[in-house]
């Protein structure tokens, strides 16, 4: 990794790609002799540059920027569509304790998010680069912060939160063959483990084939919440509004359990920030972002929030507390005929949302390893399939492992609080930066009132989480501060022994060749 010390004073400013230490400038790639170069810094998008111009500029080494309007709607409704809405309902109701409350936390989460998506949709556009919250924290707090997210997110946050997609998909993929005995856990983890290899191969593959297929799951999860949400409008149309009656109870509340109901809430909305990740592979990113982000979230809540009335027009909440399946149980009521159809159509919105995920995810570990964050390794492309290979290949192995122990429910109060809080301290970056450049350009600008409500909002919700629920909220602060160590011994001072360095150096070189990766050649942002 390249001395932290070299991003000091330039908060906001340019840096230079680092150099790939763990590879002379030319290395022959083993199957067809093409020699793989290093990136060439001064290459700018759309310039004529000596020797990489035309065809030779297809054929270079870099992400293409191929995620038109509908893929970036697609993209983000499908990452946020995804196991949430089958399963947080649960989450929501136990910790808001009556009906009419945890339809209000649904609607809040939504404009909440909504909010948060608009303070996303300023960064995207006032920074070129892709990296979503890595890329902001750097440009406007500084190197530690956004090495901390990097360092949080490879070790916590990612695996915890795709296990939970994970084990959802599993779930309603092996259900509905036991029903009505509950299904092997066992049986499960295979499953889930199954369909997240399966994603890291597509996008291991071609980003392009990720991208249709991401567009794919998007229409299949929409029409599953139409199939839900028609049945239960028409039910409540004909005076079905038992399960409404005194929706307001608030008995049950109480104020600790309250911020968990939104992070089950806000878990669901999850995913408006993925777009961010691939700001790079955008075409036309200063339109294209704020008007997919806006569209699909405005689309996102008004979905969610008839999927809930839909629930509870056909279930009791105690019905919905029981079920471990909170759509399979609703489809055995009111869509008889369609029961079976159901637990498909959701675990193929889960596999949707993993998708998604595994697809933007790698692009900040791409980044941070561009910017000298992260070993350079994983700031390399395959030279024929143009995929951060090693990017989306490092996070497979914890996933997998979170996969075979974790617990669905504990999964999100875990991975909640990290996210949030970084999501706080991006915002109010973005605040920060605004004050001090304010001449900065910024084709799309967030009214000040939605960014300061946001992240007091956030920033209330994290504090109060500490206070619900220490043992987890409190064991994700304590992992994140672990890379505080880690970032003064490997990045701000790189003080690793020197035998250790060759070792690194040497099996660097020999990853490199064996998964046949380079870096960059052109200049993408």
Known sequence: MRDGEKHAGQVGGERKSPCCCCAPSAIRAPSDG?????????????????????????????????????????????????SGIFIAPKGVLMNSGSVGLSLLVWALCGVLSLFGALCYAELGTSFSKSGGHYTYLLETLG?????????????????????????????????????????????????????????????????????????????????????????GVIALAKGKTENFQNGFEVDALTLDKLPLAFYNGLY???????????????????????????????TVTIFYVLTNVAYYTMMSPVELLQSE??????????????????????????LGALNGGFFGVPRMLFVGAREGHWPPIFSMIHIRRQTPLPAVLLMYPLVVLTVMTGEIYQLISFASFSRWFFIALATLGMLIHR???????????????????????CFFIVGLSLYSDPWYTGGSCALTLTGVPVYYLTVHSYRLPRRWKRVYNYLSKQLQILLEVAQQEVKTY
Request: net charge positive.
């Open 143 to 231: 190197p530690l912060p956004a090495f901390l997210r990097l360092w949080a997110e490879f070790l916590f946050i990612r695996p915890a939160v795709a296990s939970y997609v994970c084990l959802a998909f599993g779930r309603y993929v092996v259900e509905p063959f036991f029903t009505p005995c509950p299904a092997p856990m066992v049986l499960i983890r295979l499953v889930s483990i199954l369909g997240v290899t399966f994603v890291v191969a597509v996008n291991c593959w071609s980003v392009t084939l990720a991208s249709r297929t991401q567009v794919t799951l998007t229409f299949i999860k929409m029409f599953a919440l139409v199939l839900i949400i028609v049945p």
């Open 325 to 350: 399946a909170v759509a399979v149980t609703f489809a055995d009521r009111a869509l008889q005929g369609l029961a079976s159809v159901v637990p498909i159509l959701v675990a193929m919105s889960c």
């Open 435 to 457: 004050y001090r450049f304010p001449l900065h350009p910024r084709p799309f600008k967030v009214p000040l009132v939605i960014a300061v409500t946001f992240t007091v909002v």
């Open 268 to 298: 669901a909305y999850g995913g408006w920030f993925y777009l961010n990740y691939i700001t790079e592979e955008v075409i036309n990113p200063k339109r294209t972002i704020p008007l997919a982000i806006i569209c699909s979230m405005v």
């Open 34 to 82: 093409r020699i793989l170069m290093q990136a060439k810094p001064e290459m700018a998008e759309g310039a004529k540059v000596s020797k990489v111009d035309g065809d030779k500029k297809e054929e270079a080494v870099h992400l293409r920027r191929e995620i038109g309007l509908l893929p970036a709607v697609c993209f983000i409704i499908g990452t946020v569509v995804g």
